[in-house]
């Protein structure tokens, strides 16, 4: 009887392996992005374009592990370097555990992302530049129209 060998390396690998770890593509977080292109969240919680760094940044600071890898996401159309990058992150301990209690789904962790990422500093500065200069520009350029006569 020949005896079975499992090629899968999702079975032998415990919860602190990177293999085991939850994928996050910034496409996944986008709003500029349809969900056929990619977009796991809704549009009004989904972030303008996402970085890999932002995303790591906001993982570390809730206390999850989390490591940047350069790999393209399969549905980006783009084939530059602005959109390469997926970050890889840790819920759960080899216990079987989670790292933090208030993650525990892949779905918690979008959501947790979405909300924190317009919160950073980085944005903070990108928010305020846009909103003053689209306001002021229209009502200069309009002119006013005269009685006919």
Aim: net charge positive; charged share 30%; glycine share 10%.
């Amino acid at each position: 009887m020949a005896m079975e060998v499992s090629i899968n390396p999702y079975e032998s690998a415990s919860m602190e392996d990177k293999i085991r770890w939850v994928i996050v593509y910034p496409a996944y977080l986008d709003a500029k992005k349809t969900q056929v292109e990619g977009r796991r969240i809704a549009k009004h919680k989904a972030v303008d374009v996402p970085q890999c760094s932002e995303i790591k940044d906001v993982c570390i600071s809730q206390g999850l592990n989390a490591e940047i890898e350069s790999k393209q996401y399969p549905r980006e159309p783009a084939r530059d370097n602005l959109h390469t990058g997926r970050v890889r992150v840790q819920l759960r301990k080899g216990d079987g555990s989670f790292v933090v209690p208030e993650i525990t789904s892949r779905k918690d962790l979008y959501n947790k992302l979405c909300e924190l990422i317009p919160k950073l500093k980085t944005r903070q500065g990108r928010g305020a530049e846009g909103g003053g200069t689209s306001g002021g520009g229209g009502t200069g350029s309009k002119k006013k129209k005269g009685k006919r006569r």
